[in-house]
């Protein structure tokens, strides 16, 4: 069975850091997408960043271009964000996801996904 758990959420103040990870189980996700997705309270859920399966490029949202940082470890099978410069705009529940199919920007490309965790980020 496949299972994807994140954590690392919390509460931090603005231009602080966190990291999120996500840990896969359940079968082999080395020659997967990963990727994160975010949903704000009222908002839609909305894709922030995606690292493809080799050559493993990496794909932000513009909004957090040079804040946050995806990146993988196949041996553990784990995917994290890591995020710089929180601002109270990046609150909501975070979601990390695994899959196979093109665009990575987009949900439907995806086929397992995490719970979820929380972060907020205080002004």
């Known amino acids: 069975q496949v299972q994807l758990v994140e954590s690392g959420g919390g509460l931090v103040q603005a231009g602080g850091s966190l990291r999120l990870s996500c840990a896969a189980s359940?079968?082999?996700?080395?020659?997967?997408?990963m990727g994160w997705f975010r949903q704000a309270p009222g908002k839609e859920r909305e894709f922030v960043a995606a690292i493809t399966w080799w050559p493993y490029m990496t794909h932000y949202v513009d909004s957090v271009k040079g804040r946050f940082t995806i990146s993988r470890d196949n041996a553990k099978n784990t995917v994290y964000l890591q995020m710089n410069s929180l601002k109270p705009e990046d609150t909501a529940v975070y979601y990390c996801?695994?899959?196979?199919?093109?665009?990575?920007?987009?949900?439907?490309?995806?086929?397992?996904w995490g719970q979820g965790t929380q972060v907020t980020v205080s002004s």
């Open positions: 996801a695994v899959g196979l199919r093109n665009p990575v920007l987009l949900a439907r490309s995806y086929d397992y």
């Open positions: 359940g079968r082999t996700f080395s020659n997967y997408n």
